[in-house]
């Protein structure tokens, strides 16, 4: 049985509710990383290798987690993610070196890697037992909750130190965990009614062909969070750079980027509904493409600004998009590897803009974002047939 309308629209709340907790908790251990710096006295490379333990311990559980949630199922594993990610958090204001820092954020990353694939893997479920495209909301879910964690430890930063700031992050953590995961737990993953109650555990095996198309999904991934994590690390000091922006205003830029992108997913399911998923991954491509151009090569700060926020409307719904078929053709098998392939983008991105930087300029270097979202667009045009 695919599951009542009723059990269906408790598990799109408890899930929308772990994706904001998600995205809650891993903006509010960002905004501390300066003081986290200061007290294990890292320098920048230190600091900068000590990081490095976050994408290495989410990339390489990624995979692992997709084999866990066709042995265990997606529920029980996004709960134990959560308490792991949630529980690990409070972690680094307790270390007081660089090398100690990247141990711990191993295992944070591990947690984080984790539960991506984990409620993922279940809100794909949703998405084929709904037979709706609701998988932008989720995004949403995690972008909002990420604005709320970043505004509240910028709040608090001034006042807690950083141990009780990311220690309340846990409480806060295990509570919704506590409260969400019980519910989570309750309700059985939905099978859509068009799939044999045989099939229902049965694991997906990836052919040749189907491994082809996971493949090129993650390629699409890659490309958008090739370009969330270029915005991220070098939007704002291509304004104050390159456009003599005010340091505030400068990080106003990534604020028109992320509210962009958040409004996009909001209304991204009735967006899909009305284009479908092709033609939303071209227009996104596209648009994403013209914004960042305008972005990075406009002369003045207004311009770059409007480029910055057009740039975020366009990559909105491609990651989603691309990670749901993913997922509708491979189970979580799928999702694991267009996720990793996905976050290996976005740990791509700022190191490759850094070094184009250094040989042309950042301006310049900007650019490739528009190039990658361009070539998704390209992707989502051969794919159509998929």
Request: glycine share 12%; aromatic share 6%.
């Amino acid at each position: 049985m695919p599951g009542t309308t009723d059990d269906l629209t408790r598990l799109r709340a408890v899930l929308t509710t772990f994706f904001a907790l998600d995205g809650f908790i891993f903006a509010g251990w960002v905004v501390r990383i300066p003081a986290i710096k200061q007290q294990t006295q890292a320098s920048a490379t230190e600091l900068g290798l000590a990081l490095l333990g976050v994408s290495a311990g989410a990339v390489v559980t990624m995979i692992l987690t997709g084999r866990l949630c066709r042995r265990h199922g997606s529920h029980p594993v996004t709960v134990v993610c959560a308490v792991l990610l949630s529980l690990s958090v409070a972690l680094p204001p307790l270390t007081h070196s660089a090398l100690a820092l990247g141990a711990v954020l191993l295992l944070f990353g591990a947690a984080y890697g984790g539960i991506n694939v984990a409620f993922n893997s279940a809100a794909v479920d949703l998405v084929a037992a709904l037979r709706r495209p609701i998988m932008p909301s989720f995004h949403a879910a995690f972008s909002l909750g990420g604005m709320v964690g970043a505004g509240l430890g910028g709040l608090v930063a001034a006042s807690l130190s950083p141990t009780r700031h990311l220690l309340g992050l846990t409480v806060v953590g295990l509570l919704v965990t506590a409260v969400a995961g019980r519910a989570l737990l309750r309700l059985r993953p939905p099978v859509p009614a068009d799939r044999p109650r045989a099939e229902e555990r049965a694991p997906r095996r990836m052919d040749a062909r189907t491994r082809g198309l996971v493949t090129v999904f993650g390629l699409i991934a890659l490309c958008t969070a090739y370009g969330e994590g270029a915005m991220a690390d070098w939007g704002a000091l291509h304004l104050e750079q390159d456009l003599g922006a005010h340091p505030g205003l400068a990080a106003a830029g990534y604020s028109c980027f992320a509210l962009t992108m958040t409004l996009g997913r909001l209304s991204g399911t009735v967006l899909l509904e009305r284009l479908g998923r092709t033609r939303t991954v071209v227009a996104g491509g596209a648009l994403a493409a013209a914004g960042m151009l305008l972005g990075s090569l406009a002369p003045s700060l207004w311009a770059a600004l409007l480029g910055y926020a057009v740039t975020g409307l366009g990559l909105a719904n491609i990651f989603p998009v691309a990670v749901e078929r993913a997922g509708a053709l491979a189970g979580p098998s799928g999702v694991a590897t267009a996720s990793t392939l996905g976050y290996g983008g976005m740990l791509l991105g700022p190191p490759t803009i850094g070094f184009m930087a250094d040989w042309f300029s950042l301006s310049a270097a900007l650019t490739s974002v528009a190039a990658l979202a361009a070539l998704a667009a390209a992707i989502g045009v051969m794919t159509r047939r998929a």
